[in-house]
């Protein structure tokens, strides 16, 4: 038997913590530096925008309980993407161009959650929210600033931190690691 029919190629993310920690940590982590920056620039979307989406008054940590459960689904769902084989081995390749080929795989991930930041932003609060809004009828979070400035650059921090949070917990590993076969 040849060496190649005796082993398999897994994914090239091995970790003792595995990927769905990783997101979940990237996640709240990202969701918690996003948080302060809005919270930054008006506190009144975390204490009573956020729970008014969901028809809630705006009561104690409401806001934030649900912004950084928000961030863990979001970084779960990161996490599983950025795991997948052609995601995963898009970011493995070796690209032709020498600048892009000097960077690692844990540069690769945080710029694969800057665009994951981006690609939330264009979906939830641009597209998903304002049909969401208009599907329960609540006004308490009509003032959500979804196109303001400080949505796009707060999801791209979210992203960013994602990215990085993952890479630091995850063992990322440069290139498919093969395993012998069970059985």
Do not use: K
């Amino acid at each position: 038997m040849s060496a190649e029919s005796d082993t398999q190629t897994t994914v090239g993310v091995e970790s003792s913590i595995g990927w769905p920690v990783g997101g979940a940590v990237g996640g709240a982590v990202g969701a918690l530096v996003f948080g302060a920056l809005i919270w930054l620039f008006d506190p009144e979307v975390v204490s009573a925008a956020i729970p008014g989406i969901y028809g809630l008054d705006p009561t104690g940590v409401v806001g934030w309980g649900i912004h950084l459960a928000h961030g863990i689904v979001l970084g779960l769902i990161f996490g599983f993407l950025v795991t997948r084989e052609p995601i995963l081995g898009t970011l493995q390749m070796n690209p032709e161009t020498e600048s892009l080929s000097r960077t690692g795989i844990t540069l690769r991930v945080v710029a694969a959650g800057f665009v994951f930041g981006l690609a939330v932003w264009a979906l939830l609060p641009l597209l998903v929210l304002p049909v969401w809004l208009e599907a329960i009828g609540t006004e308490a979070a009509a003032d959500f600033p979804t196109t303001a400035v400080e949505s796009l650059i707060g999801h791209l921090l979210f992203g960013t931190v994602l990215g990085i949070a993952f890479a630091l917990v995850t063992n990322l590993q440069p290139g498919a690691a093969e395993t012998p076969l069970e059985g």
